[in-house]
């Protein structure tokens, strides 16, 4: 299988999987934050749902329409970190725009964004360097 499009794979199952981690109460702490760092509410369900589901549905269709996806999919997800990063809360689960900065210790906003920055940082790298090494 191509590169391109088993790491498309790889996306679905891992957004997939963050979707039904969320749901099982050993990975909560007593107020319910999932590995004691943050919430996810259904606007965080639904947003990477539907981010694993392009993934794999792009890995599905074509190499390309997999190429397409990491080149849209890795900047977002890599810029949502980064404003998690600085003011605690990201802009594709629209928290910045219903609840503002809010004031995080540095570690907290540090972990709580390290997956964005990871998945997206990989996910440009994906469909804009590998991409091109292995067409």
């Given amino acids: 299988m191509d590169p391109i499009r088993r790491w498309g794979w790889i996306y679905f199952a891992a957004l997939v999987a963050v ?34 589901l392009w993934g794999g549905i792009a890995a599905w269709h074509s190499r390309r329409t997999a190429e397409q996806y990491f080149r849209v999919f890795g900047p977002l997800y890599f810029l949502d970190g980064v404003l998690g990063l600085i003011t605690g809360m990201g802009y594709l689960d629209g928290g910045i725009f219903l609840y503002g900065p809010i004031d995080l210790p540095l570690i907290t906003r540090f972990f709580a964004n390290l997956p964005h920055l990871i998945l997206g940082g990989w996910a440009a790298y994906v469909g804009y360097v590998m991409a091109r090494k292995t067409a």
């Fill in 19 to 52: 979707v039904i981690i969320g749901y099982i109460p050993a990975f909560e702490d007593a107020d319910g934050n999932l590995f004691g760092l943050f919430k996810l509410d259904l606007y965080d369900d639904a947003l990477h749902l539907a981010s694993g």
